[in-house]
């Protein structure tokens, strides 16, 4: 067996914090040691820096891109992502020393490839306390991407936030049928606990949007689908409205494909034939896509990304396009 090196030799490494479950197949959670918690993003993204509290992610979502990152710790079952839940340490000391040499205007968005809302997050508050340190922070651009209400706990801590910075919080809500959210999304909260989270946040005057991503083609796309996901997040008080179709890594196709065999086995083959060459679906398909989710937007009096707003207490560079529209 190689030796372990880098990130897999601290995996390995790591305590064990709590374990639940059946004992045939348990939730177990780590503390892992982290050397940053700003990750760097690649040219062109709407945002500099992410940062994820957790490693792993305990909703099991079966489409889930980030199950690749467990590869990294050397772990190829594509279950462990959603059975391995780490935990990273020292996160506000390690945030508030990285942020000192950060360029305010540098956006940061959280929960990127983990969420940061998951269960692990009402044991261990690691989300919790980072957002402690944006509320001691001003003029910061951070924006919040879950599919939990949990985020409504923190609402009275994200008001103090977006006082002083500017600040979104992303609502993922990829349907309003329960029954498939719940065969896509084993573990995450229901659809319509998710929206009554973004009525929470809108009531208490933060920016919240609705994000229908990944959309899924002939499960999720069709304008009638969309529609009724778009008037939902609307009445819930949601600013904005998404909408990016299936990207899906080779990792994600090995828990996906077997799914959808299970679920919808007419349509195992044509996926496996769209995803045969590319984790993207192609520029037709994407045209189309973003055609249709913009009739939906107007149709509703939505945006398609955050609303720009002054924090009262900003301190940051001169008033622009503080969200960039997309």
Not at 169 to 189: C, D, Y
Not at 203 to 228: C, K, Q, R, Y
């Amino acid at each position: 067996m190689p030796e372990l090196i880098g990130i897999a030799k601290m995996a390995a490494q790591s305590e064990l914090l709590e374990a639940k479950g059946p004992a045939g197949a348990p939730v177990k959670y780590f503390e892992i040691g982290a050397r940053s918690i700003l990750n760097r993003t690649k040219p062109n993204m709407p945002f500099q820096w992410t940062i994820n509290p957790y490693r792993g992610c305990e909703f099991g979502c079966h489409y889930c891109y980030a199950r690749y990152t467990h590869e990294f710790m050397g772990m190829e079952d594509g279950r462990d992502f959603e059975s391995k839940i780490y935990a990273k340490a020292a996160a506000p000391e390690i945030l508030r020393r990285e942020l000192r040499k950060l360029d305010r205007a540098d956006r940061i968005a959280l929960g990127t490839a983990t969420d940061p809302y998951q269960p692990a997050e009402r044991r261990f508050e690691r989300t919790r306390a980072i957002l402690e340190v944006f509320a001691e922070e001003k003029g910061r651009h951070l924006s919040i991407t879950t599919k939990s209400d949990l985020v409504a706990r923190d609402v009275d801590l994200l008001r103090e936030i977006a006082r002083r910075n500017v600040l979104a919080v992303n609502i993922t809500v990829t349907t309003l049928n329960r029954r498939l959210a719940r065969w896509m999304e084993p573990r995450a909260p229901r659809p319509d606990l998710r929206l009554a989270a973004v009525r929470t946040l809108a009531e208490a005057g933060l920016t919240a949007g609705v994000f229908p991503n990944p959309i899924l083609p002939m499960i999720t796309d069709s304008e009638e689908s969309l529609d009724a996901l778009a008037a939902a997040a609307r009445q819930a008080g949601a600013q904005y409205f998404g909408g990016g179709p299936l990207f899906l890594m080779p990792s994600a196709q090995k828990i996906f494909f077997p799914f959808l065999e299970q679920r919808f086995p007419k349509l195992a083959g044509p996926y496996r034939k769209l995803y045969a060459t590319s984790a993207y679906l192609g520029p037709d398909y994407q045209a189309r896509l973003r055609e249709r989710v913009a009739r939906i937007r107007e149709r509703h009096g939505l945006a398609s990304a955050p609303v720009e707003y002054r924090p009262e207490l900003w301190e940051g560079e001169e008033q622009g396009t503080l969200f960039p529209i997309q």
